[in-house]
């Protein structure tokens, strides 16, 4: 796995992916890593080339900052509606 991964890596990422930083499992077995995507093309293109290897988990995530104005945002519009 290590040897496709210095592929993958040596090849550079789609234009639309950047790293954000990536963990190693201390008891081995996972990877964990971070992206900032463009779009899930980007992040399917970058991962298409282990999924013979290993599970491949998505897990999209926002921003604490961006999340909280978001559910402001939508509860504003429930109270507005008068549904919250």
């Not at 234009?15 to 900032?36: C, M, P, S």
Request: charged share 25%.
């Amino acid at each position: 796995m290590f040897k496709r991964w210095e592929q993958v890596e040596g090849e550079g990422s789609p234009e639309g992916l950047k790293v954000i930083n990536q963990w190693f499992d201390a008891g081995g077995g996972r990877i964990i890593t971070v992206y900032e995507v463009e779009s899930i093309k980007d992040y399917v293109a970058h991962n298409f080339s282990f999924t013979d290897l290993c599970h491949v988990e998505v897990f999209p995530v926002v921003g604490a900052e961006e999340f909280k104005n978001f559910v402001f945002k939508c509860m504003e519009s429930l109270n507005a509606k008068n549904l919250f």
